[in-house]
C-alpha cells in the first residue's frame, strides 16, 4: 500500500486533551512512523509537526491551496460555539473559523474521538463553551466519526488505509461510524458475558467476585447500550485483556452520544 504521491492529511486540534493523538502514538501496525513517513504526507499537526508558529500556519496554508479537493482533514477537539467561538484559537483565529475554512476543500473530514464526534467532555454538564462536535458544525458535509475517548487508534488507522486503497470511505452506520468498527455492541464481545449470562456480579470495586473477573453490570457498566470493537481489538497491544473491562473497569460508553458523558455511572444495588 505504499504510495509514491502520499495523500495529504492536514489534522485540526481544538478543544482537545490530546488523549487523541496519544493513542493514535502508541500503533504498532502501521507504526506512527510507517504512516507519517511513507503512507500519508501529515502536513499540518500541532502535536507532530517539526514546525511551530508561522512556518506550521504556512505549511497548512500551502497544502489547502496546493491540494483542494485531495486532502484528508482529520480533526480532534470539540469546538466551541458561544461567544463566537472565542474560547479556542489558534493563530488569531477561532476553531470555528479555521474549521469552516478548510473543510469546504478537503476530499474527507473524520472526527476523530468523542469530542470531535458530539462534543464529548468538553459539552458534558453545562457545556460552558458551547461545545459541539464537527458534524453538527458541517451539517452538510458527510463526516466519519470515530468516536472514543480516547479512541481506538486502529479504527482512524483502518480508515485511512481503506480511504488510501480504494480511494472511497469505508460503510458508515447512521452515526457516520464506520461500520467495521461499530457495527457489535462491547456486551456481544466481552470476555466477562459468561458471568452476566450466569448471574455473578461484582457489586463493589475489591469485593470477591470482583477479583474473580465477575460481570460488571452493577458497577455501572454500559457495555450492553455501547456499540464499539474495544473487546476484539484492545488497546496498548500488550496482551489479552488490556481494555477498561479487561482490567476491572466497568465500560461508560464514550463511543456512545449521551451513554458515556451526560449522565452519571449507574449504580446499581
Ligand atoms: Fe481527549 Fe477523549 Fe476528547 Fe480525545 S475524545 S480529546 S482523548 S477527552
Ligand atoms: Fe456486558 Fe459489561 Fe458484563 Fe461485559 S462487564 S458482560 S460488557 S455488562
Known sequence: IANPRRPPVI???????TGC????????????????????????????S????????????????????????VVDGAIPTKDQGIYCKIAGKTALSILQETAPYAAAVVAMGSCASWGGVAAAGSNPTGAKGVPEILNKTKVVSIPGCPPNPYNLLSTLIYYITYNRLPELDEKGRPKFAYSRLIHENCERRPHFDAGRFATQFGDDMHRKGACLYKLGCKGPETYANCPSVLFGETGA??????????????TEKGVGFAEPLHQMA
Open 50 to 73: 517539526a514546525a511551530a508558529g508561522h512556518q506550521a500556519e504556512a505549511a497548512k496554508n500551502k497544502s489547502i491551496t496546493e491540494n483542494r479537493g485531495k486532502f484528508i482533514l
Open 241 to 254: 485483556g488490556t481494555w477498561p473491562v479487561g482490567i476491572g473497569h466497568p465500560c461508560f460508553g464514550c
Open 11 to 17: 489534522w485540526l486540534s481544538f478543544q482537545e486533551c
Open 21 to 48: 493523538v496519544e493513542s493514535l502514538l502508541r500503533s504498532n501496525h502501521p507504526t506512527i512512523e510507517h504512516l507519517i513517513l511513507d503512507l500519508i504526507s501529515l502536513d499540518y499537526s500541532e502535536t507532530l
